[in-house]
């Protein structure tokens, strides 16, 4: 089964080198293919397409929602930010790319078989990198790209990515006994939360800015400015 030998490689891995697990690689890429399988895969196969190109983008839609899936807690813990139109971008980004690779494996082969054609390749496989790089630059650069200013902790990361678990397992598996965990998980990550952001609230800031050539200072206590 494909989740064993996912579970498998990562053991071995973390008994190689135990340090991978605060690896933000390590972490993203064994989340994201968890994402795939629990996630991916079964949503794609709740929808039986038979047109091939619909199907192709159905699947890269499928994929891109559980790639994303548990990386949403990590990019708000370590980015604060998740990105909103990832699914967006992977329609014509993966394609691409695929594009993109052929390309240059025939640009390296026709280089020294073929000069002339790769005079032709070369040019357009720049194109369409160009095409790509201005496409994806669009979109970040758009204000609804991505959510902003999303901060939690290392505790309230992992209570949701438990959620996430449960929430995944019940789709995977359809067992019913993985809805039990959702809304204590939920209630501990919304209890940890509050309570975090009551007790920000309540502490007093010290803000400096540097206002010219004057470096000016601000009191900011529950919300106000006292000095």
Do not use: C
């Not at 496989?125 to 959510?147: D, H, Y």
């Not at 809304?183 to 540097?210: K, N």
């Amino acid at each position: 089964h494909p989740l064993n030998i996912l579970g498998t490689t990562g053991v071995i891995a973390l008994v190689i080198n135990p340090m991978l697990i605060g690896a933000v690689g390590f972490q993203f890429s064994y989340l994201a293919l968890l994402g795939i399988l629990l996630i991916g895969l079964p949503l794609y196969r709740q929808i039986n397409i038979r047109s091939r190109l619909a199907d192709y983008f159905w699947a890269t839609v499928a994929i891109s929602i559980g790639a994303q899936f548990f990386l949403l807690p990590l990019l708000a813990f370590y980015f604060h930010e998740v990105a909103t139109m990832s699914v967006i971008s992977s329609l014509f980004a993966i394609p691409a790319a695929y594009v993109i690779v052929g390309m240059g494996i025939l640009l390296t082969a026709s280089a020294f078989v073929l000069p002339i054609a790769a005079a032709t390749i070369g040019p357009l496989l720049n194109g369409l990198i160009q095409l790509l790089t201005k496409g994806l630059q669009v979109i970040a650069s758009s204000g609804w790209s991505t959510i902003p200013k999303l901060f939690i902790t290392g505790p309230e990361t992992v209570l949701l990515l438990l959620l996430l678990g449960a929430v995944s397992m019940r789709i995977a598996t359809g067992q019913a006994l993985w809805i039990k965990p959702l809304i204590p998980l939920a209630l501990a990550f919304l209890v940890l939360h509050s309570s975090r952001y009551a007790m920000t609230f309540r502490t007093p800031v010290l803000a400096l800015y540097a206002a010219g050539d004057r470096p000016a200072f601000e009191i900011i206590h529950r919300g106000k400015s006292l000095y």
